[in-house]
């Protein structure tokens, strides 16, 4: 056993009756620590874990009772400041189509400041076990785009079935994230956050003209030519 870790262990006390809880977080800290220091799940082991708090293993395995409880633990610790963070973008930016651009831009954010939980979570094969948490989690983030997208339906810019227009949104936001977590070498812009608005911004727009495409019915669909034009027009309209 090296130094540190006896040092670690002495200078912890026993967890008094009733602080079972401040013992777990800390559990829960040591783990994230070594999560993000490793950029996988490999280093952490309920050992590892168990050392850097500075407590024993079975001490550990009393709040977790393996290795995937600990990680679902660990990264569900981090989602929930997700929602915050794509309200607080919504909110502040004062209006429905507005907000879900930059909810959209703040959800990605997200994901490529937590890349191992994003990957974890959404990425991931489903663990052994229990799949609730990665289920709940991406469950919340069906809800965070819906959340972003019922005022623009309400609104009238956007048109169709909320929770399928949730689905389409989040099919590209993930898919951005998970693109950039999987393939990093790829030739991504110089300003991540440009390259995040732009896609939010397809996001919204594409649905948007989808929306109105698909109110009318129609005998064939537009041509090339017939887009372009039309483009122009609408375009010409918002500037």
Excluded: N
Excluded at 16 to 42: K, N
Excluded at 122 to 141: N, T, V
Aim: proline share 7%; hydrophobic share 45%.
């Amino acid at each position: 056993m090296s130094a540190t870790v006896r040092d670690a262990r002495a200078v912890r006390t026993r967890a008094r009756p009733g602080e079972g809880q401040l013992l777990r977080e800390e559990i829960l800290l040591a783990a994230a620590a070594l999560l993000d220091e490793a950029g996988d799940e490999s280093a952490l082991t309920l050992r590892a874990v168990a050392a850097r708090t500075g407590v024993s293993t079975p001490a550990v395995y009393r709040h977790f009772e393996d290795k995937s409880a600990l990680i679902a633990a660990v990264c569900i610790r981090v989602w929930e400041s997700l929602g915050a963070a794509v309200r607080e973008a919504i909110e502040a930016a004062g209006d429905p189509f507005q907000g879900l651009r930059h909810g959209a831009v703040a959800f990605m954010r997200f994901g490529l400041r937590h890349p191992v939980q994003y990957r974890l979570l959404m990425m991931g094969a489903p663990r052994p076990g229990d799949p609730k948490p990665e289920q709940e989690a991406a469950m919340a983030c069906l809800d965070y785009m819906a959340e972003a997208i019922e005022p623009c339906v309400a609104a009238g810019v956007l048109r169709g079935d909320p929770q399928r227009l949730a689905l389409r949104a989040l099919a590209t936001v993930h898919g951005c994230i998970a693109l950039v977590i999987a393939h990093p070498y790829f030739p991504w812009p110089e300003d991540p956050d440009e390259f995040l608005d732009e896609v939010a911004r397809t996001t919204g727009l594409g649905s948007a003209a989808l929306g109105w495409l698909e109110s009318e019915p129609r005998e064939a669909a537009p041509g090339t030519a017939q887009y372009a034009e039309s483009f122009r027009t609408w375009s010409a309209g918002l500037r």
